[in-house]
């Protein structure tokens, strides 16, 4: 099979650039080539030392801008009818909107639907990746890597388990949860690109019987992903912490259920001390950072820097519906402000690393995505730089790629997008574009 030549300026991470400003940990590539045999990127080199022979099919994107495809770390596909829903915090929204949303996902056809509506939605945001959460239903999650598979793409999704504190029909037990997730282990983990994620709610909704249960799973199937939430909300870590009083934190009931290890990531992260923080460090756990969802919820504002100091690892997160935007650009924007409200600049080479290869080093995939090295799939996006007349007359006065992503994040959503690949084949444009 032939190679496909991407024409284009690339901008990637090779390693984490940290919190200093500078470019270390950054690859540029003006005017490059990036070479694609079955999918994986073969090189990356300067276009004017490409040799065109037949076999190299060229694809002209000169003047736009390359990043690896966005990985997005802590996401909600049910609550696409969610997403924007006025008046309350955390804990009353799970009930107002949440809930009754999450219901329709008992409906296959309703999922196969909003399935299909989500993944186009990320596509068209430059999504390639995501580490996703269905519903308490199997069928939910059928539907989900059914959509996922069809597409090509890599994806991590599980089932919510979910055994008190929920309405009836949303309820499973520690049993048939732990039945049913392995079930889906076998159907789905592993298949084409997917990846199963061991998904307990988070502990208020959950049993310490049915923990323990999630628990056994993740030993039984060790490179399987687990994904929660903690310490997003003050009610929250107060409500925890009142139905586990053995625990000394919140981040502690999944300590101590055995659900902190090397693919865990847990979404939000506010409310942790540093002494948590260090434990998330030392088990190889990640933080999901979801400034969208922090701001709008009202849920407070995640400390980078601690987390950074603790050695914890982060990813950044859309957390849709509970999130504002399915763009990981306009999510880098919210990141970048809730850093600024605790005294921190976070330089443009950090955002794009948290938009994509620390996202990959979060979910322990960095050896596949996340960044343009050779062996990695062939994921990325094409930020146009006329896109709008603000990001054309911005993009005019930058001073190099990386303050262009920096006017692309501040600026830019769904309409930067020129062209999403996946594994190095463009991906058809939705019939209908939206933000
Ligand atoms: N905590 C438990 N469930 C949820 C959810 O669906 N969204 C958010 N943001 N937090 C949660
Ligand atoms: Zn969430």
Known sequence: MGVTAILADFLHCTADPGLAAGGDGVEIVRDGALLVRDGRIERLLPARALEAGPDVAIDDWRGHLAVPGFIDTHVHYPQVDVVASYGAQLLDWLERYTFPAERRFADRAYADAAAAFFLDRLLENGTTTAAVYCTVHPQSVDAFFTAALRRGLRMIAGKLLMDRNCPDDLRDSARTGYDDSRALVERWHGRGRLGYAITPRFAPTSTPEQLALAAQL??????????????????????????????????????????????????????????????????????????????????????????????????????????????????????????????????????LYLATLGGAVALGLADRIGSFRPGREADLVLLDRNATPALARRTAASADALDDFFAFMMLGDARAVAATYVLGSRVAAPAAASG
């Open 218 to 351: 993740a030993r039984e199937v060790p490179d399987a992903w687990i994904q929660s939430h903690v310490a997003e909300n003050r009610d929250e870590v107060d409500w925890a912490r009142s139905l586990f009083p053995e625990a000394a934190s919140y981040l502690d009931i999944y300590d101590r259920a055995g659900l902190l290890r090397d693919r865990a990531v847990y979404g939000h992260c506010i409310w942790l001390d540093d002494a948590d923080r260090r434990r998330m460090a030392q088990r190889g756990a990640a933080a999901a950072f979801c400034p969208t969802s922090n701001l709008f919820l009202g849920s407070g504002l995640y400390d980078l820097a601690a987390a950074r100091a603790a050695g914890m690892r982060t990813g950044l997160a859309t957390d849709i519906g509970g999130g504002t935007s399915y763009s990981m650009l306009a999510t880098l924007a919210e990141a970048y402000k809730v850093q600024q409200l605790q005294g921190v600049s976070v330089p443009p080479a950090q955002s």
